[in-house]
């Protein structure tokens, strides 16, 4: 068994290739515990799209020893709380609870991923419970519009499929294959279990050993299509909206780009707050929108970055020619110091606020061992943060924040209304 240790951080791994990670926080009652699997969205075929997400709803419908009932009850009895959530890369099954029930919370969670009985009753009304989740995201235009504009970037690739699949592919998901979709995916090198709070590592490693330690090493690694080629794109949308709904970015920078801190501060300086730039230069100085913000997401291999907002048909023309105007700015001009170091700090303080919310550690754990392998300390982030000259982000500017790079989506109101 492989084992390090970093401040309160520790790190082991399983005989047969399980992770196992803990921060243990001073001074707190409570825990924060996921089962991350790292596998997501991305590593579906066509046919299975949508089969990651179904099969998360599924581990809470029952196991060999527990009804979905009693899943609910488990945590929620003694004042604490499941859940789940499905991404492009990873799956997460995660409790919160005081540190008495720690090994309830492992239990639980081990066992819904171990045993699952997926009765075939259950499917069928899941499938219709994940159908009426589709139509809710489509209903909502901000979500269709994030959707449309995902699928302008990633044309032809699982990165611009929805997460939650389609119609057609959900409807035909099989019991047979959740099941061979799990002995595939579900093998314990593609597992994290990750535990922040009042934790002690070794009896966390018991707990675990006691639950995975005989789940067989057999299985392949998750398997990922390559990238298809980035080509630029604008495309058009009507629906019976009030607002038109406006996003213009372009694919980003994967994981571990050595210019992903440079990326981070200047999106600060465009949209960290009310204070930033655009905030400031297209809601406060025109009153064009009530909300516009940036979106910077980071995969294995590439990202997504985008600027979003909802705005009178009207105003379109215009909101287009200020949110280049802004990008132009950081191409053509030096961020002040005063302004960058602003953003630094806010940067800095966000990082440190975080650090008091158990789940935001247990997160922190699991992303920096599937991207990473390894744990990134505060200290390390805040270095590569102050490191970040306003040369260096002129430099990236000009040719990250090119117009001819840029993609557009508008999702607008239908042309009688």
């Known amino acids: ?16 290739g ?58 929620e009895s003694v004042g604490g709380y499941l859940n789940a959530f499905t991404a492009s890369e990873y799956t997460c099954y995660y409790a919160r609870c005081l540190d008495e029930e ?48 995902q699928k302008l970037l990633f044309k032809g690739h699982p990165l611009g499929r929805p997460v939650i699949g389609n119609e057609e592919s959900v409807q035909n998901l099989s019991r047979n294959a959740l099941f061979d979709y799990m002995e595939q995916q579900y093998t314990p090198h593609n597992l994290i279990v990750s535990v922040a709070g009042s934790v002690d590592h070794g009896e966390l490693l018991k707990q675990v050993e006691e639950r995975f330690g005989s789940l067989s090493a057999s299985g392949d690694q998750p398997s990922e299509t390559d990238l298809t080629p980035y080509r630029t794109s604008s495309h058009t949308m009507e ?14 920078l994967k994981a571990d780009h050595e210019e992903k801190y440079t990326l981070l501060l200047a999106n600060t300086v465009l949209s960290g707050g009310m204070s930033s730039r ?22 294995r291999d590439t990202g997504i970055f985008g600027i979003y907002t909802g705005t009178d048909r009207d105003y379109v023309t215009h909101v287009r020619s200020l949110i280049f105007k802004e990008l132009d700015k950081l191409r053509s001009e030096k961020i002040p110091e005063k302004e960058l170091e602003e953003a630094k700090t806010q940067l800095k303080g966000k990082l440190l606020l975080s650090q008091e919310n158990t789940s935001s550690r247990m997160s922190r754990l699991a992303k920096g061992e599937l991207y990473f392998k ?5 200290e390390e982030l805040v270095e590569n943060i ?30 009688h209304q």
């Open 1 to 16: 068994m492989q084992q390090t240790q970093v401040e309160h951080v520790q790190k082991s791994k399983l005989e047969n």
């Open 18 to 75: 399980l992770t196992v990670v803990s921060e243990h926080v001073p001074g707190i009652k409570s825990v924060a515990a996921g089962i991350w699997v790292n596998t997501g969205s991305r590593n579906e075929t066509e046919r299975q799209a949508g089969i990651t997400h179904f099969l998360e709803h599924m581990l809470f419908k029952g196991t060999e020893s527990r009804s979905s009932y009693d899943i609910a009850l488990s945590m």
């Open 102 to 149: 720690l090994d309830r919370a492992i239990d639980v969670l081990s066992d819904m991923v171990l045993h699952p009985l997926f009765p075939e009753e259950e499917m069928e009304k899941e499938k219709k419970v994940v159908l009426e989740e589709m139509k809710m995201y489509r209903d909502n235009p901000d979500d269709f519009a994030f959707e449309e504009f």
């Open 239 to 252: 629906r019976p909206i009030e607002q038109t709904h406006y996003l213009v970015g372009r694919r980003g």
């Open 278 to 299: 655009l905030h400031q230069n297209i809601r406060e100085q025109y009153g064009y929108c009530y909300n516009i913000q940036t979106f910077n997401q980071v995969y």
């Open 374 to 378: 390894r744990f990134i300390s505060l």
């Open 386 to 415: 102050d490191r970040v000259a306003a040369d260096d982000i002129q430099r990236f500017a000009d040719t990250f924040f090119d117009e001819e790079v840029f993609s557009e989506f508008k999702l607008k109101p239908e042309a």
